[in-house]
């Protein structure tokens, strides 16, 4: 049967870009084609032409089968997707410990999370909260891709992989060693150096599910996830795998992590009117505010997707990962620029046939503006390109910002930014993650196309 691709259309802001295009060079679409049948010409003396066939090497096709979330904005895809349709801010004031001594006051909290059902109460009790985000996350990736506890025993599993990362890891479980030392008389938590390593909730997730596949994580910072799902596709394209859980969780809502923002003047100081403190691109913008939760995407090889019957939301066509080389906190326009060029001819795409980005604008002032020349840059003069960032909702989630905003880049509903509603039909999608220290990611998805 024929499966169905949901990334149809968005409400995207009117936000397009006008200024003249930055040369250079993409290939044309050739989704899921690397190479096609061309006959070669061999000549030598006194010797006839001989031609020889090329065997055709048709590229396997990754797509969206399933997402899961825990976000500030909602756990479930829907909940979340009406909520930024509505414009609802998710940043609040932080009520789960006392900020009084802290310099910033406010974050987009999980208020009312839970890992019951997806948790066991022995796990929930042991792990980082990074932890409990990834694994719920995980598993309603699995739910709404339609991978029961029957599907699950039917897959092979040493074809199926998990590459969730986490920018930060167990914060709280590090603190409260930290405190722990500070007393002689009190012994360390002996699952203290376990359940605070950044890779633990993939291998808690696999040794519940049972998938034997590639399992590790990647640490890019706020560009986690992006470089996560590229990685995952990367397996699935290469053969090694099927099917791969991928994306981000993080639980920086903490004061180790408000502190160390604060000391480096990344958070906004807008503790008075939390939903308005992040804001991409506004004249006033100051800075980020942190934000705890995760993405995760289960991503498929398209026949092996059709094969269950699966629902497709959307393909994924490709990306790029550089280095800026440049500076450890200011970003360099020229390094974007490579990054989503790079992307869009890895991908196969033509600059013209993007006209939706999900803008990584971390509401900073320095940083906004420098992606937003870089997309200057890149697409100049395509009017009908929209942009929008969903920071100003959901709060930067650090590395689990990346697959939210993927989330939310192909969720096939509608989208609403700003005070104009415009209905957008996707033809190429591009979600840019970027981090301290240069390191860029740009990755692109769109309706899968009939066959």
């Known amino acids: 049967m024929a499966a169905a691709s949901s990334l149809s259309s968005l409400l995207v802001s009117s936000m397009a870009l006008t200024s003249p295009i930055f040369q250079s060079h993409c290939l044309n679409n050739t989704t899921c084609k690397r190479g096609t049948t061309m006959a070669v010409s061999l000549q030598t003396a006194n010797k006839p032409v001989i031609h020889q066939e090329k065997p055709t090497n048709k590229r396997r096709c990754v797509v969206v089968t399933g997402i899961g979330l825990v976000t500030a904005l909602g756990e479930d895809p829907d909940v979340f997707y009406n909520n930024v349709l509505q414009g609802i801010s998710g940043i609040t004031e932080i009520e789960k410990f006392d900020t009084s001594q802290l310099p910033s006051k406010i974050g987009a909290e999980l208020k009312s999370f839970s890992p019951e059902g997806f948790v066991s109460s022995k796990l929930a009790m042991r792990a980082d909260n990074f932890m409990l985000y990834l694994i719920t996350a995980g598993k309603k990736a699995l739910a709404d891709g339609g991978i029961s506890d029957e599907v699950n025993g039917q897959l092979d599993k040493t074809r199926c992989g998990i590459i969730v990362g986490s920018a930060m890891g167990g914060l709280r479980i590090f603190y409260e060693w930290f405190e722990n030392m500070l007393i002689l008389s009190r012994r360390p938590n002996p699952f203290s150096v376990p359940m605070a390593g950044n890779n633990m909730g993939c291998a808690a997730l696999a040794i519940e599910l049972g998938w034997m596949g590639p399992n590790y994580i990647i640490n890019a910072g706020c560009a986690t996830s992006n470089h996560c799902i590229l990685s995952a596709a990367g397996h699935i ?215």
Request: aromatic residues 4%; proline residues 3%; hydrophobic residues 40%.
């Open 237 to 451: 394209i290469d053969g090694i795998t099927d099917m791969m859980l991928c994306g981000g969780s993080d639980a920086g809502v903490h004061p180790i992590g408000l502190a160390g923002f604060a000391s480096c003047k990344a958070l906004s100081k807008r503790d008075c009117d939390p939903t308005k403190a992040s804001c991409p691109w506004d004249t006033n913008r100051d800075g980020i505010v942190l934000g705890d939760g995760a993405g995760v995407l289960l991503l498929e090889e398209l026949e092996h997707a059709k094969r269950r019957g699966a629902r497709i939301y959307a393909e994924f066509l490709g990306g790029s990962s550089s280095a800026d080389a440049y500076h450890l906190t200011r970003p360099h326009p020229d390094g974007i620029v490579r990054c989503i060029e790079k992307a869009l001819a890895k991908a196969g795409v033509a600059r013209e046939d993007v006209n939706y980005i999900n803008a990584h604008a971390p509401s900073t002032q320095v940083g906004d503006l420098i992606e937003f020349a870089a997309l200057v840059r890149c697409f100049g003069n395509n009017m009908e390109l929209k942009i929008n960032s969903t920071k100003s909702m959901t709060g930067h989630l650090a590395g689990a910002t990346g697959a939210v905003d993927a989330i939310a880049t192909i969720k096939d509903m509608n989208l609403l930014v700003g005070s104009k509603k415009e209905r957008l039909n996707i033809k190429v999608a591009l979600s840019n993650s970027f981090t301290l220290g240069g390191q860029n990611s740009s990755i692109l998805f769109a309706p899968l196309q009939s066959e």
